[in-house]
């Protein structure tokens, strides 16, 4: 009977029992374990790594070196492999343990948190209700000591919060790095466990498996660690999120503490300071009655260098009031540009935040003016320098002067001293020793006030810098937004005010005092600003007679490009009166910073005067008779009056309505200035409207020029468009000034002037370019001409011969790159496209910070590149530069070679096969570099592409060797050049011309015209014969037969006459003319010559055998018929026969 058959025991009570206990014990358990899974996945207490005991430490793999060396059994390269790997299992190791205590220190932050917010606090409050303190009782020189002390932690304080400030942006960086640090290590710790569940290799020997197990357990257990300290690390910085502020916020509080600590101290070391030099002043003066009559002048200078002590203090006590009004004034800016960032952050910018944040910009704006750097700071460095040297010297005078005496027993230190009873040497000694005290006293407060005038001065430097950032970033937010009410006949009360301000005699004296502070600080370029303006008025007169000149000169067949530029420079001259002039006197009053807001929007208006009347007054001297516009440019009469006349009244009537616009600017009442911007600009925006329609209306000469010059340019074909921008843009600015947009539009109208400088310089520029074009093709067309002439001349003379390429009909490529037709419609093309992009470019970079769509387009993120610390971001507006990039890339590939070739053709000796080389060179770097700046705007990291040159050396090794061989060939042949376009080749048995070069392969036409594709590669490891490479002198030679018979010398001379007389045969070499052999019907002469080049080759054979046959004939000697012998078999018995042929006469 089997085990399934027997019937089944009762159980027995123990088994029950058994069975019992062990089904509580599984609930139990099963209990715990989901008690454990539901636990919150945050990580509250840190986890003790466990760690077998019976692994792997740094005294067993010691001792696995040691029993290493002593094995016999096996072979260095084997020892040093296997303690290679212990050595690495040793610093495995070590780097675990350092993890472990990373682990321990990062479960001590999480523990401990509770008890550091309760602490910090702690400390925040009695910060908080504690006042700085200084003992009465301290002398000097403990205070002084204390004060340095402050100051060093006052710098360490300062430097927690930078660091504490850097932490909490890395402990940002470093939680969004540990999931795939995570990551990575479970990954590597799930392979090495793998590892170690294999079997050891059947070949291994048992320390080779011993060693590898030691290695892998290290590796295991430092694994294990690392990811606890991640994750105790990812939980501290997670559970002490809110501890850093507190913790930065309290670095903070204790720098404001020890700051006023050490301002309080500071003042009262310089309290003490000034006591004493006023005590030792008062003791000098006492002195002076008390000393001997010989010694009172040594007693004078003492007292007077006390009295310079005793300023230097008072100075240095006011300089150390600034420092702390400037630390304060930024303190304030920074507080300012937070709160203002939070509140945009937090409710958006509404009309009445607004109103605040420009509030902030006055309060700032008055900062700036208040803590402005000073402008006499060199000059009293300068000073205080030059007395420091004086003291200096005097100083080493007096310690030799002491040395070289016994000192007497005085004590010369003390207040008291019997005077009377001192002789004159002493007395005399005491004096000097106290000089010697009083100049090095004075030497440290020179120093002193000379380090707080520079410290003082760079922070007020940060402080401009900091306000011009914050100002920048309130202009950014309120450009769109209402600054002012819409207008109202209200405003006109302020009206008087306005009158009263500028008819102000005090305020016209204070600017003439600005103006004279100025060129008292400042006396040299003062002094070369009023030279300049004096020039440019006396140089006038000339100026006018220079253009006329010029322009009569223009009208010269042999004008040169100098005098398009000198008739420009002489305008400049006549245009730039009024200009320079507004402009000194804009420089004298606003160069040494005016605190007066009169002087200051005084000096504003001419600034702004000054750079309206120059664009306007410029392009209007251009349009003048005789003048650069007529002469020079070719502009019509019709289009150069037009401009003229217009430019004038627009120039003098926005003149009288920019002036007081900058001068209202700065008025202190917000009321009046808000009147007064408003009229003005409205007017001004009203005057400009008025004359862009009067300039591109259709009966203007403008548009009739226009369509003459470019009928089927973009710019024609948007007129209308174009017209609706130029005229309803100032209508719709002076629409918003009058609807409270007054900042906005006062932006809008500076950014609209620059634009019309813009245009008034790309004009300048498009005339200049397009004059340079005219008279290179001008001389192109002279000089090809007079080639031409010179050539035909030259055929005339020699024969009727064509070149070889020409004679076979085949068409080299540098001549279609050289027409000149051709190269002038591409020139005037490219000025026209590269004057566009100029005002593209400048309106981009002029309306750039006006316009909000740009600072979008850089906020929206595509993508980042990189990893860590370097994170870039690639941004929409990237992308759209990198598009930019490519067009202009493409067409710069285009534009730039032809420009090129139109510049060096005729004023270089480089040949048509050079300029081709060059211009393809040129093409490739464009795209190379173009490449570059495209990958460059994209943040492609250039050292991570390693991967992908790998994968191309592949492709190239196996696909693409053949073409890059080819490309690189290509270059080689461009810049060795041993083959050009127009060379005449023979490579594998085809002889013809280079007809053109590319990049993969060279083009030969031989004399079939059929074109030959050869590899460059080819040309460069075959062999080559060019015969136009260095010399083109080449030999030619023509086999003459003559009948036997014929004398020889007779035969020689003729032919050598008729070489000799050939005009393309070159006499040195000499031709050489041999009896060559005895030929089986003829005399054979071999008639070899040269000539000069290859271009008349076959025409040169030609000739020379005609000439050959009619001399021969002429001669009586014949070329014979090619004869033979016959032998012929005509018995069949194998007997040979002789068979004569005669001539007719002898049968």
């Known amino acids: 009977m089997t085990s399934a058959e027997m019937p089944l025991a009762p159980p027995t009570r123990r088994t029950i029992c058994l069975q019992c206990v062990t089904l509580v014990l599984v609930l139990v358990s099963s209990w715990a374990c989901n008690a454990q899974d539901a636990a919150p996945a945050t990580l509250t207490t840190p986890v003790t790594p466990v760690v077998a005991s019976n692994g792997p430490t740094a005294d067993s793999i010691d001792a696995d070196l040691a029993a290493l060396e002593l094995k016999t059994d096996l072979d260095d390269a084997t020892k040093a492999r296997l303690a290679a790997m212990l050595q690495q299992a040793k610093k495995t190791l070590q780097q675990g343990q350092s993890q472990q205590e990373l682990a321990k220190q990062y479960a001590q932050m999480i523990g401990g948190v509770a008890t550091r917010r309760a602490e910090i606090q702690s400390k925040l409050d009695a910060l908080a209700s504690s006042e700085p303190k200084i003992d009465p009782n301290l002398s000097l020189a403990d205070a002084t000591q204390t004060l340095a002390t402050l100051k060093a932690e006052l710098a360490a304080a300062s430097k927690q919060v930078t660091d504490l400030t850097a932490e909490s942006v890395r402990r940002r960086t470093r939680l969004t790095e540990i999931p795939s640090l995570l990551t990575d290590a479970e990954r590597e710790r799930a392979e090495v466990a793998k590892q170690q569940s294999q079997p050891a290799p059947v070949n291994e020997s048992a320390i080779e498996s011993q060693t590898r197990k030691t290695l892998l357990a290290t590796r295991a257990e430092e694994l294990s660690t690392r990811i606890e300290s991640l994750q105790n690390e990812q939980a501290a910085y997670t559970a002490t999120v809110d501890l850093l502020p507190l913790e930065r916020k309290l670095a903070e509080a204790n720098v404001a503490q020890l700051r006023r600590q050490t301002d309080l101290l500071q003042a009262a070391v310089l309290e003490m300071q000034k006591d004493q030099v006023q005590a030792t002043a008062a003791n000098l003066e006492q002195t002076v009655n008390a000393v001997p009559k010989s010694l009172k002048g040594l007693a004078e200078k003492n007292v007077a260098l006390a009295d310079i002590q005793k300023q230097l203090i008072e100075q240095a006590a006011q300089t150390q009031q600034n420092l702390v009004a400037v630390q304060a004034a930024i303190d304030e800016v920074k507080a300012d540009q937070k709160s203002s960032q939070e509140r945009i952050d937090a409710v958006g910018l509404t009309d009445a935040l607004g109103v605040i944040l420009r509030q902030q910009r006055e309060e700032a704006k008055t900062l700036r003016n208040k803590f402005r750097p000073r402008d006499d700071l060199n000059k009293k460095v300068e000073e205080y320098q030059l007395s420091s040297f004086r003291l200096e010297d005097e100083l080493a005078d007096i310690n030799q002067w002491l040395d070289q005496r016994e000192a007497p027993s005085v004590d010369w230190d003390t207040t008291e001293i019997a005077w009377k009873e001192l002789s004159g040497a002493e007395a005399e000694w005491v004096l000097v020793r106290k000089r010697r005290q009083l100049i090095e006293e004075t030497l440290q407060s020179q120093n002193a006030v000379l380090q707080s005038m520079l410290t003082g001065d760079t922070q007020r430097h940060e402080l401009i810098l900091l306000i011009d950032q914050f100002t920048n970033t309130i202009d950014v937010h309120l450009f769109w937004t209402k600054d002012a009410p819409t207008i109202s006949l209200e405003e006109l009360t302020v009206a008087p005010e306005l009158l009263q301000w500028v008819s102000s005699p005090a305020s016209w004296a204070k600017a003439v005092e600005q103006m004279v502070l100025t060129v008292t600080l400042k006396p040299l370029p003062s002094l070369a600003l009023v030279v300049l303006a004096f020039a440019v008025l006396l140089g006038r007169a000339w100026a006018r007679r220079r253009i006329k000149y010029e322009g009569d000169e223009a009208t010269k067949i042999n004008v040169g490009f100098e005098s398009t530029l000198r008739a420009l420079a002489a305008t400049f001259i006549v245009a730039m009166v009024w200009p320079v002039c507004l402009g000194t006197f804009a420089y004298l009053i606003l160069k040494t910073s005016p605190p007066d807001p009169f002087v200051r929007g005084l000096g504003y208006a001419l600034a702004m005067t000054a750079l309206y009347v120059a664009s306007r007054e410029l392009l209007a001297k251009v349009c003048r008779d005789h003048g650069v516009a007529e002469c020079h440019f070719g502009w019509t009469d019709a289009l150069r009056r037009h401009l003229r006349r217009h430019l004038r009244w627009y120039t003098w009537l926005g003149g009288l309505i920019v002036f007081p616009m900058g001068l209202f600017s700065e008025h202190p009442d917000p009321n009046v200035r808000t009147f007064a911007i408003r009229v003005l600009s409205t007017a001004l925006f009203l005057v400009t409207a008025v004359f862009h329609h009067l300039m591109l209306r259709q009966r203007s000469p403008l548009h009739v020029q226009l369509v003459l ?421 005509v018995n069949g018995d194998g007997e040979t026969l002789p068979l004569s042929i005669r001539r007719g006469k002898d049968r």
Do not use: C
């Open 709 to 1129: 010059d470019h009928p089927k340019s973009l710019v024609y074909r948007m007129r209308k468009v174009l017209w609706a921008i130029v005229v309803l843009l100032p209508v719709l600015f002076a629409m918003m000034a009058l609807a409270g947009y007054l900042e906005t539009t006062f932006r809008l109208g500076h950014s609209l002037q620059m634009t019309f400088l813009l245009l008034v310089a790309t004009v300048l520029v498009y005339g200049l370019l397009t004059r340079w074009l005219m008279l290179r093709r001008r001389d192109l067309a002279r000089r090809k001409a007079m080639e031409l002439r010179q050539r035909k001349l030259k055929e005339m003379e020699s024969s009727d011969s064509q070149p070889v390429a020409n004679s076979v009909g085949i068409v080299l490529e540098e001549e279609e790159v050289g027409d000149l037709d051709t190269l002038d419609e591409q020139g005037r093309q490219t000025v026209f496209v590269l004057a566009s992009l100029m005002v593209l470019v400048g309106l981009g970079w002029i309306w750039s910070d006006l316009v909000p769509a740009m600072a979008y387009f850089d906020d929206v993120t595509l993508w980042n590149v990189g990893t860590g610390e370097n994170i870039e971001t690639v941004s929409l507006l990237d992308v759209m530069y990198s598009l930019l990039g490519l067009a202009l890339m493409v067409y710069a590939t285009g534009v730039v070679p032809r420009v090129f070739e139109l510049m060096v053709r005729g004023r270089t000796s480089l040949d048509g096969g050079a300029r081709y080389a060059i211009a393809t060179l040129m093409r490739y770097v464009i795209v190379v570099v173009g490449s570059f700046i495209i990958l460059s705007l994209l943040s492609v990291p250039y050292n991570q592409l390693g991967w992908l040159l790998a994968a191309a050396s592949v492709g190239l090794g196996f696909g693409l060797q053949e073409i890059v061989a080819n490309f690189v060939s290509g270059i080689i042949l461009l810049l060795e050049r041993p083959v050009r376009v127009g060379d005449v080749v023979t490579i594998d048995g085809t002889t013809g011309i280079v007809s053109r070069i590319q990049m993969r392969a060279t083009t030969v036409t031989n004399w079939d015209r059929k074109e030959l594709v050869i590899p460059n590669k080819d040309l460069i490891t075959q062999k080559l014969l060019n015969w136009s490479l260095t010399n083109v002198i080449n030999r030619l030679t023509i086999e003459v037969g003559v009948e036997y018979g014929s004398d020889p010398d007779q035969v020689r001379e003729l032919l050598y006459q008729v070489v000799r007389s050939h005009p393309q045969v070159l006499t040195d070499p000499a031709p050489l003319i041999n009896f060559d052999t005895f030929g089986d019907s003829s005399l054979n002469f071999a008639v070899r010559f040269f000539l000069e080049k290859l271009d008349n080759r076959i025409e040169v054979t030609h000739q020379i055998n005609t000439a050959i046959a009619d001399a021969l004939a002429k001669a009586g000697i014949t070329i014979p018929f090619p004869q033979r012998d016959l032998h012929l078999d």
